[in-house]
């Protein structure tokens, strides 16, 4: 039976990830382990930035935004070497498992350790939903909740000047943060890597829009860098009706304090997390499906399609 675990946040923060933290340490101290975080993520553990976490420690940070043990990226992790010095701070301090929260890096990155003989478990933390083997991820549904209200307030001003607002949303790889947003703000065009971007055609709809529908604004959202929205706006000013005017959400996006569903995802998937360790099961992740919580190997959950989109994709053409 193991008796020393670690948790880490590594990658882009998420909102949920101290939930996370919380669950683990609580649930592994009041089944009889120590429990370690490890600041910084893969960084923090290649330097040995490694303390002890008590109960008091994660007391008061379930409802804060951002991550207590703070998150890094470290590319050389991908090197053996580095792997081997992260190995060695861990076993000096008898740490024989650790939780890793983050996105696919992250889990590439747990899968090594695991292999090494550290037995790791991912949990999904990223705002992009963008791991495939659970149908949320940790900080999802608060960034969306951002997003949902940055764009009310926007459609409030945009429809006071017969605008178009051009609204850029996290999510380069998944488009999911575009389209829930795009549904639940009533928006008129969404752009993902799922839908494409097609100039012309977005002109056209915007004429559409403002000549036949006769509407006072419009909104448009466009997943991150899959065209420069200034540039959009302008050609939207000069050949629509509407005078485009684009707002990148940006960081905020990561922000805040998790939703009530993000708190309890990540507090269930920490348990989750926990238990599998306790088992001796290492290079899994956990995932919701169905809601229910489930455990998949990571090399499994690595390889998986992206489920289609089609069927929201539709709903939404079906609201505009
Ligand atoms: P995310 O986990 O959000 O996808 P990254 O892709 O930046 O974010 O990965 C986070 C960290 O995970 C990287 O900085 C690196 O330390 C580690 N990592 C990423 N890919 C690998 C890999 N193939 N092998 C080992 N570690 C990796």
Not at 201 to 208: A, H, I, M, T, Y
Request: proline share 2%.
């Amino acid at each position: 039976m193991i008796k020393r675990i670690g948790i880490l946040t590594s990658g882009g923060d998420s909102p949920g990830m101290n939930a996370a933290i919380r669950a683990v340490t609580r649930v592994g101290l009041n089944a009889g382990l120590e429990v370690f975080g490890i600041y910084n993520g893969y960084k923090g553990m290649v330097e040995g930035y490694i303390e002890p976490l008590t109960h008091a420690s994660v007391s008061g940070i379930v409802s804060l935004g951002g991550t207590m043990l703070g998150s890094a990226r470290l590319p050389e992790f991908k090197d053996e070497e580095v792997r081997r010095k992260a190995v060695h701070q861990l076993q000096k301090r008898g740490i024989e498992a650790v939780v890793v929260v983050g996105g696919d890096g992250s889990y590439r990155g747990a899968l090594s350790l695991t292999e090494m003989g550290i037995n790791c478990i991912g949990l999904p933390g990223t705002i992009d939903n963008d791991i495939t083997c659970t149908e949320f991820t940790i900080g999802f549904q608060t960034a969306l909740e951002t997003i949902v209200d940055a764009i009310d307030k926007l459609k409030d001003t945009s429809g006071s000047h017969h605008r178009c607002s051009i609204v850029e949303v996290m999510g380069n790889r998944c488009g999911d943060l575009a389209l829930w947003a795009g549904i639940a703000t009533g928006a008129d065009i969404i752009i993902t890597k799922d839908t494409g971007f097609d100039e012309q055609d977005v002109l056209d709809r915007l004429r559409d829009i403002d000549l036949i529908k006769k509407k006072r604004h419009a909104i448009v959202i466009v997943s991150e860098k899959l065209t420069d929205v200034d540039q959009l706006a302008k050609k939207i000013s000069l050949n629509t009706g509407f005078a485009g005017r684009a707002t990148v959400l940006g960081h905020i996006q990561r922000g805040g304090s998790a939703t009530p569903f993000d708190r309890m995802l990540a507090s269930q998937m920490g348990e989750k997390a926990v238990d599998l360790l306790m088992q001796g099961i290492g290079g899994q992740c956990v995932g919701i499906i169905e809601n229910k919580i489930v455990a998949i190997p990571i090399e499994k959950a690595l390889a998986m399609p992206a489920e289609s989109r089609k069927p929201l994709e539709n709903l939404f053409e079906r609201l505009v």
